[in-house]
């Protein structure tokens, strides 16, 4: 009986040490994965690069094609196994040439030229524009409530504001960004002429935000465009005060579909090459701006995750997979292509993890998945969490990437890499989105913490 | 039986739903807080302000007075219950005028201008300037280990750099900082004759960092100088290959002892006045750059926290008073001297909250106290927080803030607010602290969740 009680005792206690020693070597090579991205890490000069050579890289554009070209030369150079660009097919959305949103001849001030941009997707008003009064309403709904008699021969100004109290910003674009996205849709269904929409962002300044919106079938698609916060304040004031006329002009139009590509390196793996570690970002940006926070920052992240990995002379057994994803801004063409051709292929996606919302501080990830396997791998996930947690990094349930998800269906875990984001609308769509919004440590320690995720699933298993 | 357990029951229910209710009140009233900082705040036109009026106020300063009389102004406006100065003795150091430290006819590089600033309680060198050879270390240890023999009449030049990996960027301040703080005395012993110190910043940039040093008693004093980074690195490089002599000039001295003000504001409370409840920060900066984030945030978020409350309309139960302390940056007199008053008033401090990170996107706190009461009250702290979680916030056991931490007698709790500091060594005592280094959102978020914390305490005590 002692014998055995010995035998279990040192059963327990080599397992027990095994495990400790394990926690201690991964710390290790976790600190040994941030002293790599900290000290030497190539993802700012590679951003820099992106924003400089490729801004406004919209899908279809030519500065979508260089930014496929320049991120294809960056891979070659990290001496992958294998790199390489997936064709996709994608909507080719131009901006036009002088843009106008001008309040006109009101009594109070005269006419005010106000910061303006189209939505992406939108119709123009054609060169000679259009001039109509405007009505502010601050929801869909209340266009419904107005009705064609309220509406018709109107530019309809959606002025709800995302609200500033509402600390997730994520959660606050969530509350407002339906009048952008179906605003035109809703009034252009009781006749308006027009749309006006309040820049997304909890700011009060001079800079208009683009982003997508769509019209619904059936319904005659009217131009919208966004206005600056501080106009839109200054045009409601306005119109507490009097009628106000509202002289639009856009040219922006839809062209012809384009092929551009999914930018694709990977490392493969030793032991499970036919499990893949995704890690990606969107290259596409919108046509203004360099894309930096969006989502230059999630390029670059994925490109660097491979390199620090390498660097530090780590051999996956898993593959690990880095994709630049086309046109997740105006229509998600690239990530829909890549899911359909990695299900053609019988791929398993262990996880897929995307950078998408900028490339500030570090604060953890979402992680979601078929309800089938959720639960047992947001637990062996969660396991993890005493490695992360030195880093100020959680793991949540929760949303992960647009380009990501269409990988649902595969079964593995999808994860969201959340940095800090009370900065991230005040760039978010606007010329402003540039390099210099960028803090080059933030940014760092965002690919150490995507590659300290990268190798615990790689080691450990989902 | 069956009444008694009823009434029993009965009691049970109703104290749950009070609490319950009480959650559910707390959970509104702390988000019309935000509401009100984030829609409506002030204190990012008050930095703005201050960093313009006091630039560069380090105690004894012309700035330092002028930062006295702007905050007091605005103290006024709030209409508080009252506001005061409270005067207190500081040393009074000047940097002089043009700095130099320059590497002088090396063979590879000729001569190259330094970018140098004097470190702050420095002598200088006199106008003549003086010129030596450097010997770079990378401890104060290996100072001595080198002895007489090998630093008499040389420059020594401590290069051991604020270590990138370490996340927790303050960890690495501490880790790297005793090389500005005691360097020159420990280099003077041994009859040095010049101090370089590697500025305290996790980048590779070319911005110098002043910062606090102290001679040792019975060592001469020795002129000290903090180079940035880059030229940090590039004097090592040198180094490595030849034999270095620089040139160093600096006109900083010590002036006569000068008189300044602690900024006092304070609403009193309605049921317990003789429990305060302290929001402060420190109203000095160093003499380069406007103070923004060090720590003319912290003053703001102070300021702000009354505003907040008065303007949401809470009537406090407790004390709240905002303390502007003088001189945190080199003598803490301003904090010694409040201390000492308030225990002659035989004052209680029921909870001090010193803001002095930053004004950054909020992560959290840290708590101490005397440990004859520190478990008990942290044990209170810690029930408040799901009310806390929800906008990001953690509480922590940790160091508060250097202002505060001579009330720790008091037996209050000292309470250091904590943002994210990733951004903060960018700029701390550089010429660059300024406004444009500030967001306003991050900045608002802060006196939102350190007025949340204010209300917390006075609404339940500790």
């Given at each position: 009986?002692?014998?055995?009680?010995?035998?279990?005792?040192?059963?327990?206690?080599?397992?027990?040490?095994?495990?400790?020693?394990?926690?201690?070597?991964?710390?290790?090579?976790?600190?040994?994965?941030?002293?790599?991205?900290?000290?030497?890490?190539?993802?700012?000069?590679?951003?820099?690069?992106?924003?400089?050579?490729?801004?406004?890289?919209?899908?279809?554009?030519?500065?979508?094609?260089?930014?496929?070209?320049?991120?294809?030369?960056?891979?070659?150079?990290?001496?992958?196994?294998?790199?390489?660009?997936?064709?996709?097919?994608?909507?080719?959305?131009?901006?036009?040439?002088?843009?106008?949103?001008?309040?006109?001849?009101?009594?109070?001030?005269?006419?005010?030229?106000?910061?303006?941009?189209?939505?992406?997707?939108?119709?123009?008003?054609?060169?000679?524009?259009?001039?109509?009064?405007?009505?502010?309403?601050?929801?869909?709904?209340?266009?419904?409530?107005?009705?064609?008699?309220?509406?018709?021969?109107?530019?309809?100004?959606?002025?709800?504001?995302?609200?500033?109290?509402?600390?997730?910003?994520?959660?606050?674009?969530?509350?407002?960004?339906?009048?952008?996205?179906?605003?035109?849709?809703?009034?252009?269904?009781?006749?308006?002429?027009?749309?006006?929409?309040?820049?997304?962002?909890?700011?009060?300044?001079?800079?208009?935000?683009?982003?997508?919106?769509?019209?619904?079938?059936?319904?005659?698609?009217?131009?919208?465009?966004?206005?600056?916060?501080?106009?839109?304040?200054?045009?409601?004031?306005?119109?507490?005060?009097e009628p106000v006329r509202v002289f639009m002009r856009s040219t922006c139009t839809m062209l012809p579909?384009?092929?551009?590509?999914?930018?694709?390196?990977?490392?493969?793996?030793?032991?499970?090459?036919?499990?893949?570690?995704?890690?990606?970002?969107?290259?596409?940006?919108?046509?203004?701006?360099?894309?930096?926070?969006?989502?230059?920052?999630?390029?670059?992240?994925?490109?660097?995750?491979?390199?620090?990995?390498?660097?530090?002379?780590?051999?996956?057994?898993?593959?690990?997979?880095?994709?630049?994803?086309?046109?997740?801004?105006?229509?998600?063409?690239?990530?829909?292509?890549?899911?359909?051709?990695?299900?053609?292929?019988?791929?398993?996606?262990?996880?897929?993890?995307?950078?998408?919302?900028?490339?500030?501080?570090?604060?953890?990830?979402?992680?979601?998945?078929?309800?089938?396997?959720?639960?047992?791998?947001?637990?062996?996930?969660?396991?993890?969490?005493?490695?992360?947690?030195?880093?100020?990094?959680?793991?949540?349930?929760?949303?992960?990437?647009?380009?990501?998800?269409?990988?649902?269906?595969?079964?593995?875990?999808?994860?969201?890499?959340?940095?800090?984001?009370?900065?991230?609308?005040?760039?978010?769509?606007?010329?402003?989105?540039?390099?210099?919004?960028?803090?080059?440590?933030?940014?760092?320690?965002?690919?150490?913490?995507?590659?300290?995720?990268?190798?615990?699933?790689?080691?450990?298993?989902?």
């Amino acid at each position: 009986m002692k014998a055995i009680l010995l035998l279990v005792y040192l059963t327990w206690s080599v397992l027990l040490s095994a495990q400790q020693l394990d926690v201690d070597a991964d710390a290790l090579f976790i600190r040994k994965i941030h002293q790599q991205a900290l000290s030497d890490g190539r993802c700012y000069q590679w951003l820099s690069d992106l924003c400089r050579v490729a801004p406004g890289r919209l899908a279809g554009s030519p500065a979508a094609a260089a930014a496929v070209d320049y991120t294809r030369f960056v891979l070659d150079t990290l001496k992958l196994d294998s790199v390489w660009l997936q064709p996709c097919t994608v909507s080719h959305w131009v901006r036009g040439d002088k843009e106008q949103a001008r309040i006109v001849n009101s009594r109070k001030m005269g006419s005010v030229d106000m910061r303006a941009l189209a939505l992406g997707n939108s119709v123009g008003t054609g060169p000679g524009g259009l001039t109509a009064e405007v009505v502010e309403v601050h929801s869909l709904d209340a266009v419904d409530s107005l009705g064609r008699k309220g509406v018709e021969g109107k530019i309809v100004f959606f002025n709800r504001p995302m609200d500033p109290a509402i600390v997730n910003t994520f959660a606050a674009y969530g509350g407002a960004v339906d009048q952008r996205g179906a605003g035109a849709a809703r009034a252009g269904k009781y006749g308006a002429v027009g749309v006006l929409v309040r820049s997304m962002t909890q700011a009060i300044d001079t800079v208009p935000h683009t982003g997508a919106m769509s019209y619904a079938p059936g319904v005659k698609p009217i131009p919208a465009m966004a206005i600056s916060t501080a106009d839109a304040e200054l045009l409601s004031a306005l119109l507490s005060e009097e009628p106000v006329r509202v002289f639009m002009r856009s040219t922006c139009t839809m062209l012809p579909d384009q092929i551009t590509h999914n930018v694709i390196g990977e490392i493969r793996g030793s032991e499970h090459p036919d499990e893949i570690i995704l890690v990606g970002g969107h290259l596409d940006s919108w046509d203004v701006g360099g894309g930096a926070h969006d989502d230059g920052a999630g390029c670059v992240h994925a490109m660097d995750v491979l390199r620090i990995l390498k660097q530090v002379g780590y051999r996956p057994k898993r593959t690990i997979r880095c994709v630049l994803f086309a046109n997740e801004e105006n229509g998600l063409a690239g990530g829909r292509t890549y899911a359909r051709i990695s299900n053609e292929n019988k791929e398993y996606h262990l996880a897929a993890i995307e950078s998408d919302r900028g490339g500030f501080t570090p604060r953890g990830f979402n992680a979601e998945a078929d309800e089938s396997v959720f639960t047992e791998k947001f637990r062996k996930l969660s396991t993890w969490l005493p490695l992360l947690e030195p880093y100020g990094l959680y793991l949540r349930k929760g949303g992960s990437g647009a380009d990501i998800s269409p990988l649902r269906s595969q079964k593995g875990l999808l994860v969201g890499f959340e940095p800090d984001t009370q900065r991230y609308f005040d760039f978010h769509h606007t010329r402003n989105d540039n390099i210099d919004a960028v803090n080059k440590r933030e940014l760092e320690l965002g690919a150490a913490a995507i590659a300290t995720l990268v190798y615990l699933i790689d080691k450990y298993g989902l």
